[in-house]
């Protein structure tokens, strides 16, 4: 089970970390990403990261803005997501999958989601 938090609302310009906490005791199994969604629109790529942090993987909007992190001692991924913009608006979603990739049908595990809007 994974449990994504740490969105909210922020001007644009601004920092937000997410959080997504795995349940259960193989973590380290998996490659974790994060996806976003906004109103209308289908389920995008964000960042991805491998098992043991030897890869990242960001999508070319969000490059060299956000910055995917894994603590597998703590269950735990991350998304630092600095100098937003409006278009980052969306919902926030954790996904794992024993595959290592960026596209959303390697991931058979998905959080809950959470929202993040930046205001302009």
């Known amino acids: 089970q994974l449990q994504a938090s740490g969105g909210g609302l922020v001007q644009a310009g601004g920092s937000l970390r997410l959080s997504c906490a795995a349940s259960?005791?193989?973590?380290?199994?998996?490659?974790m990403a994060w996806f976003r969604q906004a109103p209308g629109k289908e389920r995008e790529f964000v960042a991805a990261?491998?098992?043991?942090?030897?890869?990242?993987d960001y999508a070319d909007s969000v490059n060299g803005r956000f910055t995917i992190s894994r603590d597998n001692a703590k269950n735990t991924v991350y998304l630092q997501m600095n100098s937003l913009k409006p278009d980052d608006t969306a919902v926030y979603y954790c996904?794992?999958?024993?595959?290592?990739?960026?596209?959303?049908?390697?991931?058979?595990?998905w959080g809950q989601g959470t929202q993040v809007t930046v205001s302009s």
């Open positions: 259960g005791r193989t973590f380290s199994r998996y490659h």
């Open positions: 996904a794992a999958a024993l595959s290592y990739g960026t596209e959303v049908f390697l991931y058979g595990y």
């Open positions: 990261i491998g098992r043991l942090a030897a890869s990242t």
